[in-house]
Protein backbone atom coordinates (compact mmCIF):
# COMPACT_ATOMS: atom_id res chain seq x y z
CA UNK A 1 0.00 0.00 0.00
CA UNK A 2 0.89 3.50 -0.88
CA UNK A 3 1.66 5.48 2.35
CA UNK A 4 0.21 8.56 1.78
CA UNK A 5 -0.71 11.66 3.60
CA UNK A 6 -4.21 12.32 4.94
CA UNK A 7 -5.91 14.97 6.89
CA UNK A 8 -9.07 14.42 9.66
CA UNK A 9 -11.92 17.24 9.25
CA UNK A 10 -11.50 19.42 12.56
CA UNK A 11 -14.82 19.19 13.58
CA UNK A 12 -14.57 15.13 14.03
CA UNK A 13 -11.42 15.35 15.78
CA UNK A 14 -11.38 13.02 18.54
CA UNK A 15 -14.75 11.05 17.09
CA UNK A 16 -13.26 7.51 16.08
CA UNK A 17 -14.40 3.73 16.65
CA UNK A 18 -12.02 4.25 20.23
CA UNK A 19 -14.63 7.04 21.23
CA UNK A 20 -17.27 5.76 19.97
CA UNK A 21 -17.21 2.05 20.71
CA UNK A 22 -15.13 1.86 23.76
CA UNK A 23 -15.92 -0.96 25.64
CA UNK A 24 -15.40 -2.89 21.86
CA UNK A 25 -12.31 -1.33 20.97
CA UNK A 26 -9.80 -3.76 22.57
CA UNK A 27 -11.72 -6.18 20.83
CA UNK A 28 -11.58 -4.68 17.37
CA UNK A 29 -7.85 -3.12 17.20
CA UNK A 30 -7.07 -7.09 17.96
CA UNK A 31 -8.25 -8.46 14.83
CA UNK A 32 -6.51 -5.94 12.72
CA UNK A 33 -3.07 -6.15 14.59
CA UNK A 34 -4.01 -10.60 13.84
CA UNK A 35 -4.90 -10.37 10.30
CA UNK A 36 -1.80 -7.84 10.13
CA UNK A 37 0.42 -10.66 11.81
CA UNK A 38 2.85 -7.82 12.90
CA UNK A 39 3.56 -6.61 9.68
CA UNK A 40 3.03 -2.55 9.07
CA UNK A 41 0.20 -3.40 6.31
CA UNK A 42 2.13 -0.08 4.44
CA UNK A 43 5.79 -0.57 4.40
CA UNK A 44 5.60 -4.28 5.08
CA UNK A 45 8.32 -3.90 7.76
CA UNK A 46 7.75 -6.92 10.24
CA UNK A 47 6.96 -4.61 13.95
CA UNK A 48 6.89 -5.40 17.50
CA UNK A 49 3.76 -3.18 17.65
CA UNK A 50 1.74 -1.99 15.75
CA UNK A 51 -0.75 0.98 15.60
CA UNK A 52 -4.38 -0.01 14.20
CA UNK A 53 -5.42 3.26 11.79
CA UNK A 54 -8.65 3.65 10.48
CA UNK A 55 -8.76 4.76 6.79
CA UNK A 56 -11.64 7.13 6.03
CA UNK A 57 -13.75 8.16 2.47
CA UNK A 58 -14.55 11.68 2.77
CA UNK A 59 -18.00 12.60 0.55
CA UNK A 60 -17.45 16.54 0.44
CA UNK A 61 -21.14 16.40 -1.39
CA UNK A 62 -23.20 14.27 1.30
CA UNK A 63 -20.79 15.63 3.87
CA UNK A 64 -20.02 12.05 5.31
CA UNK A 65 -16.74 10.71 6.93
CA UNK A 66 -16.72 6.59 5.84
CA UNK A 67 -14.91 4.55 7.87
CA UNK A 68 -13.83 1.84 5.43
CA UNK A 69 -11.30 0.41 6.83
CA UNK A 70 -8.68 -0.34 10.28
CA UNK A 71 -5.65 -1.23 9.03
CA UNK A 72 -2.44 -2.59 11.07
CA UNK A 73 0.69 -0.41 10.65
CA UNK A 74 4.05 0.93 12.25
CA UNK A 75 4.82 4.26 14.32
CA UNK A 76 6.55 5.61 11.11
CA UNK A 77 3.95 5.19 8.81
CA UNK A 78 1.26 6.42 11.30
CA UNK A 79 3.71 9.68 12.47
CA UNK A 80 3.79 10.20 8.06
CA UNK A 81 -0.06 9.74 7.65
CA UNK A 82 -1.13 12.26 10.46
CA UNK A 83 1.58 14.94 8.80
CA UNK A 84 -0.61 17.64 10.45
CA UNK A 85 0.13 16.09 13.88
CA UNK A 86 3.71 15.36 13.62
CA UNK A 87 4.40 19.09 12.67
CA UNK A 88 2.78 20.12 15.51
CA UNK A 89 4.73 17.86 17.72
CA UNK A 90 7.92 18.52 15.73
CA UNK A 91 8.02 15.03 14.33
CA UNK A 92 7.37 16.16 10.75
CA UNK A 93 11.48 15.60 9.16
CA UNK A 94 11.15 12.18 10.37
CA UNK A 95 7.65 11.91 8.18
CA UNK A 96 9.79 13.16 5.23
CA UNK A 97 12.16 10.68 5.52
CA UNK A 98 9.94 7.85 5.94
CA UNK A 99 7.31 8.75 3.47
CA UNK A 100 10.65 9.29 0.97
CA UNK A 101 11.92 5.83 2.18
CA UNK A 102 8.93 3.87 1.52
CA UNK A 103 7.27 5.11 -1.78
CA UNK A 104 11.26 5.24 -3.24
CA UNK A 105 10.48 9.09 -4.22
CA UNK A 106 12.65 11.74 -3.75
CA UNK A 107 11.61 15.51 -1.98
CA UNK A 108 9.57 16.96 -4.74
CA UNK A 109 7.40 13.91 -4.39
CA UNK A 110 7.16 14.82 -0.86
CA UNK A 111 6.55 18.51 -1.09
CA UNK A 112 3.85 17.80 -3.76
CA UNK A 113 2.27 15.46 -0.96
CA UNK A 114 2.34 18.43 1.49
CA UNK A 115 0.88 20.83 -1.03
CA UNK A 116 -2.18 18.33 -1.79
CA UNK A 117 -3.17 17.61 1.51
CA UNK A 118 -3.05 21.37 2.61
CA UNK A 119 -5.39 22.16 0.02
CA UNK A 120 -7.43 18.96 1.31
CA UNK A 121 -7.26 20.18 4.60
CA UNK A 122 -8.84 23.91 3.64
CA UNK A 123 -11.73 21.76 1.56
CA UNK A 124 -12.72 19.53 4.72
CA UNK A 125 -12.44 22.24 7.30
CA UNK A 126 -15.14 24.19 5.32
CA UNK A 127 -17.88 21.43 5.75
CA UNK A 128 -18.55 22.04 9.38
CA UNK A 129 -21.27 19.17 9.92
CA UNK A 130 -19.21 15.83 8.92
CA UNK A 131 -21.19 12.95 10.23
CA UNK A 132 -19.10 9.32 10.74
CA UNK A 133 -20.54 6.79 9.34
CA UNK A 134 -18.82 3.50 11.10
CA UNK A 135 -21.31 0.82 10.13
CA UNK A 136 -17.88 -1.00 8.79
CA UNK A 137 -17.41 -1.47 13.01
CA UNK A 138 -20.50 -4.22 13.06
CA UNK A 139 -18.23 -6.92 10.57
CA UNK A 140 -15.86 -6.82 13.53
CA UNK A 141 -18.46 -7.26 16.37
CA UNK A 142 -20.17 -10.71 14.88
ZN1 LIG B 1 5.09 1.13 8.26
Not at 1 to 28: A, C, F, Q
Not at 95 to 105: P, Q, S
Amino acid sequence: MELTLEVIPKSTWGKNVRSEYKSDWDKIRKLVYQKAMMKCQICYEKQETLHAHEVWEFDEEDHIQKLVDIIGICEDCHNTIHYGRAKLVGTDQEAKEHFMKVNECDELDWMLAVQEVSIKSMKRNKIKDWKLDLSLVEEYLK
